[in-house]
């Protein structure tokens, strides 16, 4: 800014710093609201397109189309669209593609939050919703009717880690015309991506294992098709989930280290899980890296790892489900999961608390089933703590 303006004018007028010769290792924080222009039709047709200048922080934001493109590298997609949360993710692909008198079909045990929008969506929005097993291609393909707009799954449910059969579900969908959307939070891309099985959408909490440390809430959709995106992205600018510049970066610098987090996740479950079932207060352990569990085969053909999450059933019922959450005490009493710290929690008394106790046995959770979300801790540790609360 020129010595001409004043004091007053020359704080508010700061100057860029322009960079040449080198660039930043790290990605910058773009954390502005806006993008100012030299050239007004540039500005203009930059309203209008998600491959254009940057123009507003709701459209997009240098930070966030990093995390974008990492993203929807990582899944194998065209792009991406980060949001503020996991729900807004899941909400934009949701409320962008579906009209009222359009059906769904989702699997019948989905994350809380997706269960209770699609309630939502039936209730006020009249969207109609069939319920199936994320393994049965046939009872998808006999539910599916003329307004069959959409089918939803998870690759890992919670808190039974049941493994969706994507390649079956997906080809079922894929020749119905049918768009599907998988929710891939628990495996991460890591461990599986759903678009190489078929899927149209893939959406994430980035919450989880994307950023890694308990210290962002985040969620990301990402689409095999560019056209697809681009549709989207029109509504989600309107939606306005968009997320915070400085949380896309936490999100980016915890992905840097998530190949070696998803291993040291995936090896301690398998670890506390194997041992676990040898213990005479535990009846039954669900993680599908256990030659027991329904879904051992299906995770041998689709995961790379059985993710960091799994759940495990207790002898004593209720009273010794809440017994053992009172007595760990390296693992913290939280909700979430896909942090580096190991969380436990009985979704009896607090995730699934709404739920009666028929409610609960259909959904596969035991009034003393406790859901373990494996931090990467030292495995011994982990275990002396667990042993402990069970002794
Ligand atoms: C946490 C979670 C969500 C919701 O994500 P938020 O970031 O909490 O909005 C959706 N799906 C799954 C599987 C989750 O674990």
Same mark, same amino acid.
């Given at each position: ?15 860029? @710093? ?8 790290? @990605? ?76 769904? @079909? ?22 109609? @919703? ?50 599907? &959307? ?19 959408? &893939? ?15 985040? =969620? ?118 896909? =942090? &580096? ?51």
């Amino acid at each position: 800014m020129s010595s001409e303006t004043r004091p007053e004018t020359r704080t508010v007028h700061v100057p860029h @710093v322009p960079i040449e010769g080198s660039r930043p290792i790290a @990605v910058p924080i773009y954390q502005t609201s806006g993008f100012s222009f030299d050239d007004p039709a540039v500005m203009a047709e930059s309203m209008g397109h998600p491959d254009k200048s940057f123009v507003y922080g709701r459209y997009s934001n240098p930070t966030v189309r990093s995390l974008e493109q990492a993203v929807a590298g990582l899944e194998g997609g065209a792009a991406a669209v980060a949001t503020g949360s996991g729900m807004g993710a899941i909400n934009t692909v949701l409320l962008g593609l579906l009209k009222p008198g359009d059906h769904l @079909v989702a699997q019948n045990s989905l994350y809380g939050g997706t269960a209770a929008m699609l309630n939502e969506l039936i209730d006020r929005f009249g969207i109609e @919703v069939t319920y199936v097993a994320e393994n049965d291609p046939a009872a998808l393909r006999a539910a599916v009717r003329p307004q069959t707009r959409l089918v939803y799954l998870e690759t890992i449910s919670n808190p039974m880690t049941l493994v969706a059969d994507l390649p079956g579900m997906c080809a079922v969908a894929r020749e119905l015309g049918i768009l599907s &959307v998988v929710d891939n939070t628990f495996a991460s891309p890591l461990l599986c991506r759903p678009i190489e099985h078929g899927a149209d959408i &893939v959406v994430h909490s980035s919450t989880k294992y994307l950023g890694g440390h308990s210290d962002i809430v985040g =969620g990301i959709a990402v689409f095999a098709d560019a056209a697809l995106y681009e549709r989207v992205w029109h509504f989600a600018i309107e939606l306005g989930a968009s997320p915070d510049p400085f949380a896309a970066w936490l999100t980016l610098r915890g992905m840097q280290t998530l190949a070696l987090r998803m291993e040291r996740h995936c090896s301690n479950a398998l670890h506390l899980a194997t041992r676990l079932q040898e213990h005479p207060a535990v009846t039954a352990v669900h993680y599908p890296g256990l030659a027991s569990h329904p879904s051992h085969e299906l995770a041998g053909k689709l995961l790379s790892g059985c993710g960091g999450v799994f759940s495990f059933d207790l002898a004593g019922g209720r009273e010794a489900g809440e017994r053992f959450m009172s007595s760990v005490r390296l693992a913290l009493l939280a909700p979430s999961l896909g =942090g &580096v710290e190991t969380l436990v929690l009985h979704p009896a008394t607090t995730s699934h608390r709404a739920l009666s106790a028929e409610e609960l046995r259909r959904c596969g959770i035991g009034e003393g089933t406790v859901r373990v979300a494996v931090g990467i801790e030292h495995p011994e540790d982990l275990w002396a703590d667990l042993a402990r609360a069970l002794a």
